[in-house]
């Protein structure tokens, strides 16, 4: 499968994000459909070390259950150490040319774009994908940049060409096909599904979202 089917439902979820246990939350997510998963393990109390890596393991062989790919958010050690399936980075993260170093060949790294300039270079740097956004205002990351619109996704898309492209920040059932037709592959989460009361049916009302332009 190319990259741009599995951007279509893009969970991304660290433990602060959930509820209840992230392993249950996970396992809901992914039989509910989702088709990527990023680990995000930041903010208040967040695991780290030994602690940190035995939850990315976890969550690793869970996805591989699904043939869901696992990709691990900002720290490129924990990726390469734990075999994930790639790397997320941001603009203020490890720059993509030195991740690509030190990185397995056919790993896939994802960049973080808040702007057409920034999506045009991770484009010509070589991303796999670019994560844009955020798209609408989130409550989620309390360093956001100012939401871009579905105006300036639909730029992005105009301008990048070809790459691969998910969209993030304040997506929910309610605007995620909106999102589609403004030209993303695929929607990225994180509230819309680790916040929500039961995260099957959340990922399962998301994925018929995402079909409906289709
Ligand atoms: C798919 C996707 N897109 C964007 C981001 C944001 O990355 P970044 O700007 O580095 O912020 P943090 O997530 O590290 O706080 C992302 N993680 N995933
Ligand atoms: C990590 C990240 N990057 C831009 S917005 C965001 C948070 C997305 O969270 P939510 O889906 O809950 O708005
Ligand atoms: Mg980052």
Redesign the pocket.
């Known amino acids: 499968m190319h990259i741009r089917q599995f951007l279509q439902v ?1 969970l ?1 979820m660290g433990s602060n994000n959930c509820i209840e246990n992230p392993l249950y939350v996970l396992e809901q997510a992914l039989a509910g459909g989702i088709t990527l998963f ?1 680990f ?1 393990e ?1 903010g208040r109390g967040a695991k780290t070390g030994a602690d940190k890596q035995k939850l990315a393991l976890q969550m690793k062989e869970l996805c591989r259950r699904y043939h869901v790919p696992f990709l691990v ?2 720290d490129v050690d924990l990726a390469i150490e734990v075999g994930a399936d790639g790397i ?6 490890e720059p993509i040319e030195s991740v690509r170093r030190r990185c397995p060949k056919n790993f896939i790294v ?5 702007n057409v300039q920034e999506a045009v270079e991770a484009g010509s740097a070589g991303a796999d ?5 955020p798209v609408f205002v989130t409550a989620t ?1 309390h ?2 940049k100012t939401p871009i619109g579905l105006e300036g996704l639909a730029e992005i898309r105009r301008l990048i060409g070809n790459t691969p492209l ?1 969209a ?2 304040g997506i929910q059932e309610k605007n995620a096909a909106e999102v589609i037709k403004a030209g993303a592959d695929g929607i ?1 989460v994180i509230s819309a599904i680790s916040g929500s009361e039961n995260a099957l049916t959340a990922a399962q009302q998301l994925k018929h979202q995402t079909m409906l332009t289709e």
């Open positions: 893009y991304i990023q995000r930041k958010n900002d997320h980075v941001g603009q203020e993260d994802g960049v973080s774009a808040t994908y670019i994560g844009a956004g990351k360093d956001a998910v993030i920040g990225s």
